[in-house]
């Protein structure tokens, strides 16, 4: 599915395309507003990062869902770094 993501690294917009699978996606359903982290999923040795809101998924490179421990916490500390 191809979904447009932000890439710091290059400051631009990008259309990727990735598919959302219990094998790569960690669902996060509690929240307090709407900039809380929704989903990660890791995609061609990078990770995507989407909050509950309408804005696009943020894309890091060389890091995993495994290396932040699938915490809804550590992904949003990776994101504020970024944005």
């Not at 400051?11 to 960690?26: A, P, Q, S």
């Not at 669902?27 to 989407?50: M, P, V």
């Not at 890091?63 to 421990?69: F, T, V």
Request: glycine residues 6%; aromatic residues 16%; negative net charge.
């Amino acid at each position: 599915m191809g979904i447009t993501v932000y890439n710091p690294h290059k400051g631009r917009l990008e259309t990727i395309d990735v598919v959302f699978t219990k094998e790569n996606t960690t669902w996060f359903d509690e929240y307090t507003d709407n900039h809380d982290i929704y989903t990660i999923t890791d995609w061609q040795g990078g990770l995507l990062i989407k909050e509950f809101d309408y804005t696009y998924p943020l894309y890091v490179y060389d890091i995993s869902r495994a290396d932040i421990g699938y915490d809804q916490c550590r992904a949003k500390t990776i994101e504020d770094q970024y944005l």
